[in-house]
């Protein structure tokens, strides 16, 4: 794809994603009553951005757990 033809593109789709998102956190503001379900909605985001590193830990340790140890002056 051009470099022009990507840019153009580029630009026109940030801007629908820019004028849309903020269109509907506007509209979302206006029908819904915010203060009551900030704390949960906060908690479900920070749940929710946590599974990825414990299913990493987890798979980490599970991986480790297999192989056998290191026993240092045996070859």
Do not use: C, Q
Not at 20 to 40: A, R, T
Request: hydrophobic residues 50%; charged residues 15%; aromatic residues 10%.
């Amino acid at each position: 794809m051009p470099l022009r033809r990507f840019a153009t593109a580029n630009v026109i789709g940030a801007a629908i994603w820019a004028v849309g998102i903020s269109m509907l956190g506007f509209w979302l503001g206006k029908s819904i009553d915010i203060d009551k379900y900030i704390y949960p909605i906060v908690a479900v985001i920070i749940v929710l951005s946590l599974i990825p590193p414990v299913l990493e830990y987890r798979k980490h340790k599970r991986s480790t757990a297999g192989a056998a140890p290191a026993t240092p002056g045996v070859s």
